[in-house]
């Protein structure tokens, strides 16, 4: 019997816990066979197929109570779990009472403790299945016995790290370091583990995301095998290279990128027909001419996902060679790419698309903040730029126009929300934190992004192929409910039933919250209403675009869904695509879209975090001061307040609103004051002040600045008072005493 027929029978005569000897006498084992038995039924317990209970008993996931999943912690002590056989069932609360001797990000296997048809299931957990991360980031502090020990940067990491003598790499108390845990804690003693890097003091430029790429378990050097390839390829394209490809070298081609942009993956020419209509080119850098399937830059590719961006660098899916040398389109110089030719009417309706492997040569990279400067008809934006290309950008630009309102006419829903902007001066250590700001060159090469992404997934979706799709599914009507209840409360509707509820509801009312002190709020309970976009085989559509087919096609060097969805549209193209083929891409692509989609949220994670602490730390030096702000959320513990500058985020505690009780308003995301009737809501805006800044918890602590005078001045007041003389006696209110409290003994207490 192979370990694939016990787990078979298993769930067909597993009911109820059972030890291995019941369990052998009901499978019928034969003496010579036990030996395997146990062996494989070991395996399946040490994998979590089944769980190991006290008494040497069995039981399968999600019968008898028992669930196995992955414990995520909160850092107040308490956890959660998802069963991995059914997500859609909820989480077990594990309170800290039940924890075991799990840690943060281990699989565990958990007994439902709390009553059938409870509102709040919790469970207790009885084994650690299988350790997460055997490598932490902490700060070094040593007790008062003078032994090392590493405090987690991870929070929901419960316990101090013990280093033993030698183990420690000579780190000094507060310095950021790597360590790893060589003894997992029981119920006795706490982790014990060892410093293998030690990364420097926590204010020292590049420590902060060093310690966040650690954390994250993102590693920055590429793989020896990967680094060797990229090197063999050379710098330059290679005549066989050449050979049947369509050559685009004579279009008018550029790049449109930011300023600061560290790879050049898409490239753009628009033509004017003598019709009116357009043709608009875009290539993509043929990464995927390069990268084979199976090689060793596509392995390190593949486990990463896609790049991670960070203020001070970049972590790149490929080796500089290719992400910003061979595959980078730079100006003047001839790269390979796959494009994407759509051929329009003068309404900017496609009527034809055309795939090629073809070869461009950039005539120039330009910045969005040059482009918008000629588009905007800035002084002398134009003089910056090669005349020849002037005309074309306001051919780009009536095409744009004419795209946006196509998309917008069927529905897609434009969120335009600035994010954190980060300025580092010469030393590395944050000069200004802002707003970003978007404009039409940013959006115009946005809006030919998307209509190639389109074309593409579409042409895949015609030749029925299987292909890895960029889906976003419609949020759930229970959300939507909630939602509409609270914009309702501000005078606003979707004007839909939830279940009925379509892309263009949401961006009607966007267009009506537009430029009024409710617009960032809305559109961020709005985003915190739709569902996560991730990469799928089954193609589920784009509802936050009002698509029926979209894909990733426009940033191989960055993405790898992308790389896939390349080498995918080639065999398209060539009839590759048959028979054994399509069974192993039916067999493949599934567990490459769940990965992709698991390292895309893992990068976003690792980013946010990263910002958030150099905001945090930027704020370190301005406690005390005063700024204007907008209440961005409203929670039973406190207002979020967003600051117009710097753009950072802190919290205004309840405790800290002294005029009044305030009691909180879910559905009106506002808190009003019991005895004044004051309210502070979504979108309104403030004035704070910078009370405190907690470097450990990565949080900024703000207070009404109208709240704390009021504070300060009634303290003041009460000082003054209490250093007057006392009244005399008679004129004192008179008090009848009350009898004294005594104990058992008879003693006061």
Same mark, same amino acid.
């Given at each position: 019997?192979?370990?694939?027929?016990?787990?078979?029978?298993?769930?067909?005569?597993?009911?109820?816990p059972?030890s291995?000897?019941?369990?052998?006498?009901?499978?019928?084992?034969?003496?010579?066979g036990?030996?395997t038995?146990?062996?494989?039924l070991?395996?399946?317990?040490?994998?979590?197929?089944?769980?190991a209970?006290?008494?040497?008993?069995?039981?399968?996931?999600g019968r008898?109570?028992?669930?196995?999943?992955?414990l995520?912690?909160?850092?107040?002590?308490?956890?959660?779990?998802?069963?991995?056989?059914?997500?859609?069932?909820?989480?077990?609360?594990i309170?800290?009472?039940?924890?075991h001797?799990?840690?943060?990000?281990?699989?565990?296997?958990v007994?439902?403790v709390?009553?059938?048809?409870e509102?709040r299931?919790?469970?207790?957990?009885? @084994?650690?299945?299988?350790?997460?991360?055997?490598?932490?980031v902490?700060?070094v502090?040593?007790?008062?016995?003078?032994?090392?020990?590493?405090v987690?940067?991870?929070?929901r990491?419960?316990d101090?790290?013990?280093?033993?003598?030698?183990?420690s790499?000579?780190?000094?108390?507060?310095?950021?370091?790597?360590?790893?845990?060589?003894?997992?804690?029981?119920?006795?003693?706490g982790?014990?583990?060892?410093?293998?890097?030690?990364?420097?003091?926590?204010?020292?430029?590049g420590?902060?995301?060093?310690?966040?790429?650690?954390?994250?378990?993102?590693?920055?050097?590429?793989?020896?095998?990967?680094?060797?390839?990229?090197?063999w390829?050379?710098?330059?394209?290679?005549?066989?290279?050449?050979?049947?490809?369509?050559?685009?070298r004579?279009?008018?081609t550029?790049?449109?990128?930011?300023?600061d942009?560290?790879?050049?993956d898409?490239?753009?020419?628009?033509v004017?027909s003598?019709t009116?209509?357009?043709t608009l080119?875009?290539h993509?850098?043929?990464?995927?001419?390069?990268?084979k399937?199976g090689s060793?830059?596509?392995?390190?590719?593949l486990?990463?996902?896609t790049?991670?961006y960070?203020p001070?660098?970049?972590?790149?899916?490929?080796?500089?060679?290719?992400?910003?040398?061979?595959?980078?389109?730079?100006?003047?110089?001839?790269?390979?790419?796959?494009?994407?030719?759509?051929e329009?009417d003068?309404?900017?309706?496609?009527?034809r698309?055309d795939?090629?492997?073809?070869?461009?040569?950039?005539?120039?990279?330009?910045?969005?903040?040059?482009?918008?400067?000629?588009?905007?008809?800035?002084p002398?934006?134009?003089?910056?730029?090669d005349?020849?290309?002037?005309p074309?950008?306001?051919?780009?630009h009536?095409?744009?126009?004419?795209?946006?309102?196509?998309?917008?006419?069927?529905?897609?829903?434009?969120?335009?929300?600035?994010e954190?902007?980060?300025r580092?001066?010469?030393?590395?250590q944050v000069?200004?934190?802002?707003?970003?700001?978007?404009n039409d060159?940013?959006?115009?090469?946005?809006?030919?992004?998307?209509?190639?992404n389109?074309?593409?997934a579409?042409e895949l979706?015609?030749?029925?192929?299987?292909?890895?799709y960029?889906?976003?599914e419609?949020?759930?009507p229970?959300?939507?409910?909630?939602?509409?209840?609270?914009?309702?409360t501000?005078?606003y509707?979707?004007?839909?039933?939830?279940?009925?509820? @379509?892309?263009?509801?949401f961006?009607q009312?966007?267009?009506?919250?537009?430029?009024t002190?409710?617009e960032?709020?809305?559109?961020?309970?709005m985003l915190?209403?739709?569902s996560q976009?991730?990469?799928?085989?089954?193609?589920?559509?784009h509802?936050?675009?009002?698509?029926?087919?979209?894909?990733?096609f426009?940033?191989?060097?960055? @993405?790898?869904?992308?790389?896939?969805?390349?080498?995918?549209?080639?065999?398209v193209?060539?009839g590759?695509?048959?028979?054994?083929r399509?069974?192993?891409?039916e067999?493949?692509?599934?567990?490459?879209?769940?990965?992709?989609?698991?390292?895309?949220?893992?990068?976003?994670?690792?980013?946010?975090?990263?910002?958030?602490w150099?905001?945090?730390?930027?704020?370190?030096?301005?406690?005390?001061?005063?700024?204007?702000?907008?209440?961005t959320?409203?929670?039973?513990?406190?207002?979020?307040?967003?600051?117009?500058?710097?753009?950072v985020?802190?919290?205004?505690h309840?405790?800290?609103?002294?005029?009044?009780?305030?009691?909180?308003?879910?559905?009106?995301?506002?808190?009003h004051?019991?005895?004044s009737?004051?309210?502070y809501?979504?979108?309104d805006?403030?004035r704070v002040?910078?009370?405190?800044?907690?470097?450990?918890?990565?949080?900024?602590?703000?207070g009404?600045?109208?709240?704390?005078?009021?504070?300060l001045?009634?303290?003041?007041?009460?000082?003054?008072?209490?250093?007057?003389?006392?009244?005399?006696?008679?004129?004192?209110?008179?008090?009848?005493?009350?009898?004294?409290?005594?104990?058992r003994a008879?003693?006061?207490?």
């Amino acid at each position: 019997m192979t370990r694939d027929e016990l787990l078979r029978s298993l769930q067909a005569v597993l009911e109820r816990p059972a030890s291995a000897r019941e369990l052998q006498q009901r499978l019928h084992v034969p003496r010579d066979g036990r030996v395997t038995f146990r062996r494989h039924l070991h395996a399946l317990a040490a994998e979590g197929a089944v769980i190991a209970l006290r008494g040497h008993r069995y039981a399968l996931p999600g019968r008898a109570d028992h669930v196995i999943g992955v414990l995520q912690m909160h850092p107040d002590g308490y956890g959660f779990v998802t069963p991995d056989h059914d997500p859609a069932s909820g989480d077990l609360y594990i309170p800290r009472s039940h924890l075991h001797e799990a840690l943060h990000g281990d699989r565990v296997a958990v007994r439902q403790v709390s009553p059938r048809g409870e509102r709040r299931k919790e469970g207790r957990i009885v @084994r650690v299945v299988e350790r997460g991360a055997a490598r932490i980031v902490g700060q070094v502090a040593a007790d008062v016995a003078g032994r090392v020990q590493v405090v987690p940067f991870d929070r929901r990491m419960r316990d101090r790290v013990v280093v033993p003598p030698g183990e420690s790499r000579n780190a000094a108390p507060g310095d950021m370091v790597e360590i790893e845990i060589t003894r997992w804690p029981t119920a006795t003693r706490g982790p014990v583990g060892r410093v293998i890097e030690v990364l420097g003091q926590p204010d020292a430029p590049g420590v902060d995301t060093s310690v966040i790429l650690r954390r994250h378990g993102i590693v920055e050097a590429h793989s020896p095998g990967a680094v060797a390839e990229a090197g063999w390829l050379g710098a330059e394209v290679r005549p066989q290279d050449y050979e049947g490809r369509t050559d685009f070298r004579g279009d008018l081609t550029v790049t449109i990128d930011g300023d600061d942009a560290r790879d050049f993956d898409d490239a753009v020419s628009v033509v004017r027909s003598r019709t009116g209509g357009y043709t608009l080119s875009v290539h993509i850098a043929d990464v995927s001419h390069y990268v084979k399937a199976g090689s060793a830059l596509d392995t390190d590719a593949l486990d990463r996902g896609t790049s991670v961006y960070f203020p001070d660098r970049a972590v790149h899916m490929f080796p500089a060679e290719l992400a910003t040398g061979l595959c980078s389109l730079r100006p003047g110089v001839d790269r390979l790419v796959q494009s994407c030719v759509i051929e329009m009417d003068a309404g900017g309706e496609p009527c034809r698309v055309d795939f090629h492997d073809g070869i461009i040569r950039s005539r120039a990279r330009l910045t969005y903040t040059g482009v918008n400067a000629v588009l905007t008809g800035q002084p002398g934006s134009e003089a910056a730029i090669d005349a020849a290309i002037v005309p074309m950008l306001r051919e780009m630009h009536a095409l744009f126009r004419l795209l946006r309102d196509r998309r917008r006419r069927r529905g897609s829903i434009d969120f335009d929300l600035p994010e954190a902007e980060i300025r580092l001066d010469e030393e590395g250590q944050v000069a200004a934190i802002t707003a970003s700001e978007r404009n039409d060159a940013h959006r115009l090469i946005e809006e030919f992004m998307l209509l190639a992404n389109e074309s593409v997934a579409a042409e895949l979706e015609r030749r029925e192929v299987p292909a890895i799709y960029r889906i976003h599914e419609p949020p759930d009507p229970s959300k939507v409910e909630i939602f509409d209840a609270f914009v309702a409360t501000l005078g606003y509707g979707l004007g839909a039933p939830a279940a009925a509820v @379509r892309p263009r509801h949401f961006q009607q009312l966007v267009d009506r919250v537009a430029g009024t002190a409710v617009e960032r709020p809305v559109a961020f309970l709005m985003l915190r209403t739709m569902s996560q976009a991730r990469y799928d085989t089954a193609n589920a559509g784009h509802f936050g675009l009002a698509m029926p087919t979209y894909t990733h096609f426009t940033s191989p060097i960055r @993405r790898y869904p992308d790389l896939v969805v390349h080498r995918l549209l080639r065999a398209v193209r060539r009839g590759e695509v048959t028979g054994a083929r399509r069974d192993a891409l039916e067999d493949e692509l599934p567990a490459v879209a769940a990965h992709a989609s698991q390292r895309e949220r893992r990068a976003a994670d690792a980013e946010r975090e990263l910002v958030q602490w150099k905001k945090v730390r930027f704020m370190a030096d301005r406690i005390g001061e005063e700024f204007d702000g907008y209440v961005t959320g409203v929670s039973a513990f406190g207002l979020f307040v967003e600051l117009v500058e710097p753009f950072v985020e802190g919290l205004v505690h309840l405790s800290t609103l002294a005029d009044d009780e305030y009691r909180y308003l879910e559905s009106a995301h506002a808190i009003h004051g019991v005895r004044s009737r004051r309210v502070y809501r979504l979108g309104d805006r403030v004035r704070v002040r910078v009370l405190r800044v907690d470097p450990d918890r990565r949080l900024i602590d703000l207070g009404l600045a109208s709240q704390i005078d009021a504070m300060l001045d009634g303290a003041s007041t009460r000082r003054r008072e209490a250093g007057r003389p006392r009244r005399p006696a008679s004129e004192r209110r008179r008090h009848t005493p009350r009898q004294p409290l005594r104990g058992r003994a008879g003693r006061r207490r």
